[in-house]
């Protein structure tokens, strides 16, 4: 694996003067006059600074829409003289990324040509349509036998079994492949095709997707639709790689660039493919560790629903013929929506079941109540359903029926309606169609994790939890009194400015300057990704500016506890509240509240199932020896979590093909982590 050292920091520290303020607007507004008349006034890292901005941005690429004044303004910007024979670097600069925006555009283009190819183009748009819901439908239900086969072998068996942290199935040819990931391509490609075909046809309406009445849909219809998918899947993957590629760096080059040879041309693959784009690039260690706190998340998400004893719960949830409980009581419909409730108010830090405010409209509590009613619905047909149409009406009686109160289910309906703003079929189930009826599909619905489902639609509507940064703060200085240490929180002036502390924690002769950090993480997302690495990277800084008021006041540590700062070792630390850790950035150490409680577990264990009780099993590693953690023992951990060590062993960067034309394909690096041999290990 190659880690490039790409800091896109050294870009975007830009002048605050009048003239880079306007040559940064004239290029936002393709101003060319504007931007021309700045030049002469501006030094070449200024203009490289706001072409950078404008240029490697989330979203530089324009994938629908007229293009014609933005290509105009940059062949007379990138041939202006001024540029040429002033900013020779800044021009080359600008020529490399609006190059990288050309070639991103061009394989976008050749897709969307390539839609009216497919066979199943020929036919009407309602047969499109529903053609590739019933195929996504019945691939759901393959998986979900699979799936359904693997789980009832686990909870049935009475010998000791591993808890997984993701579940293998096999794949239609044999292969071994992970079922979270397989729905979710097989959720993900639908929801693409859909947004193709809604933009192709004009089917939105205020932003939601409104398809044609079903028609009669055969298997001709179904296999025909199989072309439409894999191109969905090419588009999904191209503005994976296209977003990384501007974000994080890399190169975009043709078959001619990197060289076939002779006799490698006349391979079938480049005698079909001979247009071909190859983007060229390894991955940065923000991607890498983005990835393994996503990938964290998802296993803690996971083994909480098996170490959530179905018994324990029981006392909880709603019986059979039980009226439906309300928000108020800490009851509730479904294991599901518990669980549901538990890991949120967990990731969170604070009651949400009390919380009152409202986040588009809902509280969490309604957020997770209309999300847990359709799952329970869902949960409840037989596993041959495909799908469930309502009338809305019916919809509406539906939430009522689970006690949301009528005034909230408007903005819930359309929260969940398909549309624009919505990331995937995960996030917004509900498929509207005209008539005003709504679809679900069953089985997405019984493997929806919905603590993701809710935090990623939060997230697509920018929410901000304004209670959470307080709440975790009162919560990581909680946990370290509760473990015998001294913890505060403090805050002070050093001439007007204010220095506020989250947690000073003592232990040994170090003390810990903790901030704390609760905001949500990428869901592997590459521009939620980015900004997640920004978010850190300015995090970083900002507890480095602590750092230094606090050498600057050592009388503080001496009023809080009695300790003279000379004698102590001063080690900065940032905690998140969900699993984002890494090794330290600027002597600044970076770790997440799972992995610090796990370090004060003493040691990380396989946990088995064995006569239906979940048991510690085998101590795969140990934090610490004696009675209490030393401070160098808990500063070796935090130097190199053993959590991520793991995954670091596994993690892959493969090149995949994928078909944007007949004739035309892109090669693009997918970083993932190998899951079969997770398991083995």
Known sequence: MVILNFNKDMFMSGGTNKRYQSFLDAIKHYDISKAVANLEFLSTEDIKKAIDIQLSRPGAFQILGDRSKRDDFYKKLLTAPALIYRHADAQAFALGLHSKIMKIERCFDQIRASLPEC??????????????????????????????????????????????????????????????????????????????????????????VVGPQKPEITDEHIYKSGPIQLL????????????????????????????????????????????????????????????????????????????????????????????????????????????????????????????????????????????????????????????????????EQHFREFELPKSCIPALIGHLTFGKDSRDLWDSPLIRSQGDKFTILVQALKESNLPNVILSRLASLTTRFNRKGKSFENKIISFFRNKGYQCESKKFNIDGSQYEYDALLIIDDTIFL??????????????????????????????????????????????????????????????????????????????????????????????????????????????????????????????????????????TYKAYPHPTSEEAVFVSGFLDIDETAVVES
């Open 514 to 651: 903790i901030e704390c950090k609760n905001r949500t993480i990428s869901g592997n997302h590459a521009v939620q990704a980015f900004r997640y690495a920004e978010f850190i990277t300015e995090t970083v800084k900002q507890v480095q500016r602590l750092e230094k008021g606090l050498r600057e006041r050592p009388d503080i540590v001496k009023s809080v506890f009695n300790k003279d700062l000379s004698e102590l070792k001063l080690v900065p630390l940032i905690i998140n509240s969900l699993t984002y850790s890494r090794p330290p950035i600027e002597g600044v150490y970076i770790s997440d509240f799972s992995a610090i409680r796990k370090f004060f577990d003493k040691e990380i264990s396989r946990w088995v199932k064995k006569d239906d009780v979940f048991v510690k099993g085998e101590v795969m590693h140990q934090m610490w020896v004696g009675e209490h953690p030393t401070a160098k023992e808990f500063l070796e951990y935090l130097l190199s979590p053993p959590q991520i060590n793991f995954f670091m062993k596994n993690l």
């Open 232 to 395: 969905a899947s090419s588009w999904s993957a191209l503005e994976d790689i296209a977003n990384r590629t501007l974000l994080f760096g890399g190169e975009i080059s043709s078959f001619d660039d990197i060289g076939i040879s002779p006799e490698r041309s006349h391979e079938a693959f480049f005698k079909k493919f001979k247009d071909g784009s190859v983007f060229n690039r390894g991955v940065t260690e923000r991607e890498v560790f983005d990835l393994i706190a996503n990938r964290r998340l998802h296993a803690f998400l996971l083994q909480s629903a098996f170490f959530s004893s179905r018994d324990n719960l029981c006392g909880i949830v709603m019986a059979e013929g039980e009226k439906v409980p309300n928000l108020l009581v800490r009851r509730f419909i479904s294991i599901d929506e518990a669980l549901a409730l538990e890991a949120l108010q967990e990731i969170l830090s604070y009651d949400i079941v009390e919380d009152n405010e409202r986040y588009h409209g809902l509280t969490m509590r309604e957020w997770v109540r209309g999300y847990s009613s359709l799952k329970f619905m869902a949960m409840s047909k037989p596993d041959d359903s495909c799908w469930l149409t309502f009338e809305k009406p019916e919809l």
């Open 119 to 208: 066979d199943i183009s020929k036919y009407p748009e309602d047969v499109q349509f529903w053609s590739h819901i019933e195929r996504a439908t019945q691939e759901l239900q393959y998986l979900q036998k699979k799936l359904d086969s693997i789980g009832e072998e686990f909870f049935k068996s009475r010998a000791p079994v591993l808890i997984p942290q993701v579940i293998i199935i096999e794949g239609p040819s044999g292969e071994k492949i992970d079922a979270d990931s397989a729905f979710h391509c097989v959720i993900e490609n639908l929801s693409l095709s859909l947004k193709m075909l809604s933009y192709e046809y004009n089917l939105y309406v205020n932003e939601k």
